[in-house]
Nanobody, 123 residues
Framework: VQLQASGGGSVQAGGSLTLSCAAS????????MGWFRQAPGKEREFVAATTWSGLRLYYTAYYSDSVKGRFTISRDGVKNTVDLQMNSLKPEDTAVYYC?????????????WGQGTQVTVSS
């Protein structure tokens, strides 16, 4: 099983970036997948996540307060991908971003982690 994150880079404040995470090795269609980030000297923190609704056949999205309204998470259950569209970026969004996947809810623990991709926002 592998989670491959991509799309990081450097951008000025107010700009946008899209991160992508491709999962392989098994089907993740019913898994919870999401994004976390870790800034220098800080602990890793939750950014956004999706959970599978079960019989209702849709994903529910969750966001941290710090990114709500600026970031959008999206899933493709067939392609095993999870994307994070980041708009109105701020210098405090600078961090290494990690994608994660778990059979239950990544917000409470993640079985699989990607390698991380750097996002740098300059003022």
């Amino acid at each position: 099983v592998q989670l491959q994150a991509s799309g990081g880079g450097s951008v000025q404040a107010g700009g946008s970036l899209t991160l992508s995470c491709a999962a392989s090795g098994r089907s993740f269609s019913t898994y919870s997948m999401g994004w976390f980030r870790q800034a220098p000297g800080k602990e890793r923190e939750f950014v956004a996540a999706t959970t599978w609704s079960g019989l209702r056949l849709y994903y529910t999205a969750y966001y941290s307060d710090s990114v709500k309204g600026r970031f959008t998470i999206s899933r493709d259950g067939v392609k095993n991908t999870v994307d994070l569209q980041m708009n109105s970026l701020k210098p405090e969004d600078t961090a290494v971003y990690y994608c994660a996947a778990d059979p239950n809810d990544v917000r409470t623990g993640s079985e699989y982690w990607g390698q991380g991709t750097q996002v740098t926002v300059s003022s």
